[in-house]
């Protein structure tokens, strides 16, 4: 599984990483993304948000084809998650 925040630079390096692992044999097979702290999951009504928001489609829609449709995205969340907040979340 490979974790990404919504961004284009992040998905290009963790795509680079990925790939020059494998050229280098150490032949990482990943079939799941997480998309982690995503406004668009939001459905945020803030105009700056939203438009921030609008940003990560193209490369939430690059994941999916990378990935073959294996993600997921987790919105962003103003609180830190962790403790009885993480399992509700996981449950």
């Given at each position: 599984m490979l974790r990404s925040i919504g961004k284009g630079n992040i998905l290009r390096k963790a795509t680079v990483q990925f790939e020059n692992r494998n050229r280098r044999g150490f032949e990482i097979n990943s079939k799941w993304w997480i998309i982690n702290a995503s406004l668009y999951a939001t459905a945020t009504t803030n105009k700056?948000?939203?438009?921030?928001?609008?940003?990560?489609?193209?490369?939430?829609?690059?994941?999916?084809?990378?990935?073959?449709?294996?993600?997921?995205?987790?919105?962003?969340?103003?609180?830190?998650?962790?403790?009885?907040?993480?399992?509700?979340?996981i449950q």
């Open positions: 700056t948000l939203k438009a921030k928001a609008s940003n990560e489609i193209e490369w939430i829609n690059k994941v999916d084809k990378h990935s073959n449709g294996n993600f997921a995205v987790i919105e962003w969340k103003a609180d830190e998650i962790k403790d009885k907040k993480l399992l509700d979340l």
